[in-house]
């Protein structure tokens, strides 16, 4: 009998997903998943609705988030798995960031604007009616204006890094980010490695060196962008710099077509032990952190 798969990277509409959280959870269990978690962009908006379908179907929930962190290297992303209820600085942050995206969005829609796209922040914000709304969700109007024909050409001639309405986010660094979700109790994972442009095993190694003086937790390996070498790479990485492993297909409903739930896209299958394992290191970090307040 296989123990069950599980899936801990997921978006919904509280981000930029298209499957509300019920309804995520919903097909997740459908797919016969053991365990989810859910880790929206900027925002624990979706936890509470995804936590209470979760019981409904039995299935294990994981209350996460994802945020993005300007590195030297570039711009990383982290994972943070078991989010408790914001503390009074979480709140803050996520306020913050929540702020920044209101601001960049209305920038970007002037640049828009000034190529010849009239969008509303109403036809944006439409497409969500939850908190943390960026590019993806401005891309879907251009679509629906009629402006081009598919998100991909939204962001390969707009929206794009580098594209004309393009604004970059200002984001926290590498520490401040670990920081914040080992201070909030949360288990921090780097996600996805390998979708960063140029990383190679040499430049991992050097970068996982420096984050895990920093204090991150756990490497995402399983990932549904992911080849089993590189599984390999990252499993033998997280062994050699003491971190947790994790895994998750980044699922995005329809906004990223051909990615599943659970499979990734297609033959990814994470198994429950990774859970497991990913829980009792988490319990390690837990009695560590208990030990050095009582001392
Ligand atoms: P934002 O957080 O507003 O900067 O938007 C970032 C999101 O846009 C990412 O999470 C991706 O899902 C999506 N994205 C980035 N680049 C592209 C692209 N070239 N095509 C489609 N989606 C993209
Ligand atoms: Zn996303
Ligand atoms: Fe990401
Ligand atoms: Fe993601």
């Keep these: 009998m296989p123990r069950g798969f599980i899936d801990l990277h997921t978006h919904s509409t509280a981000s930029d997903g298209t499957d509300t959280p019920a309804q995520l959870i919903h097909k997740a269990a459908r797919?016969?998943?053991r365990a989810v978690a859910l880790t929206d962009h900027d925002t624990l908006d979706g936890l509470a609705e995804a936590e209470a379908e979760a019981i409904r179907h039995g299935i294990r929930f994981i209350r996460g988030c994802e945020f993005a962190v300007n590195d030297d290297e570039g711009e990383l992303h982290l994972l943070g798995l078991w989010m408790p209820e914001p503390s009074p600085r979480m709140r803050e942050a996520l306020r913050e960031m929540q702020e920044h995206r209101r601001r960049r969005n209305e920038t970007m829609l002037a640049r828009l604007e000034a190529s010849g796209l009239v969008i509303t922040m109403e036809e944006v914000t439409a497409l969500t009616?939850?908190?943390?709304?960026g590019r993806p969700h401005m891309a879907r109007a251009m679509v629906a204006r009629g402006y081009v024909k598919s998100v991909?050409?939204?962001?390969?001639?707009?929206?794009?890094?580098?594209?004309?309405?393009?604004?970059p986010r200002a984001l926290l660094s590498p520490e401040e980010g670990?920081?914040?979700?080992?201070?909030?109790?949360?288990?921090?994972?780097?996600?996805?490695?390998?979708?960063?442009?140029?990383?190679?095993?040499?430049?991992?190694?050097?970068?996982?060196?420096?984050?895990a003086a920093w204090g991150l937790h756990a490497l995402e390996a399983y990932h549904s962008v992911r080849t089993a070498r590189h599984i390999r790479d990252c499993l033998d990485l997280a062994e050699k710099h003491g971190l947790g492993v994790s895994g998750g297909s980044d699922?995005?409903?329809?906004?990223?077509?051909g990615i599943?739930?659970?499979?990734?896209?297609?033959?990814?299958?994470?198994?429950?032990?990774?859970?497991?394992r990913l829980e009792a290191f988490r319990e390690r970090i837990i009695i560590k952190a208990v030990r050095h307040l009582s001392k």
């Design 260 to 276: 599943t739930l659970g499979a990734g896209r297609g033959g990814m299958r994470i198994p429950l032990p990774v859970l497991e």
């Design 178 to 211: 670990i920081a914040l979700l080992r201070d909030e109790g949360a288990v921090s994972v780097l996600a996805h490695p390998f979708l960063h442009k140029d990383m190679s095993v040499r430049r991992l190694d050097a970068l996982l060196a420096r984050l």
């Design 251 to 257: 699922y995005h409903g329809g906004a990223k077509p």
């Design 129 to 133: 009616g939850r908190e943390s709304v």
């Design 152 to 167: 991909a050409e939204a962001f390969g001639k707009y929206l794009g890094d580098g594209a004309p309405a393009f604004v």
């Design 31 to 33: 797919a016969g998943l």
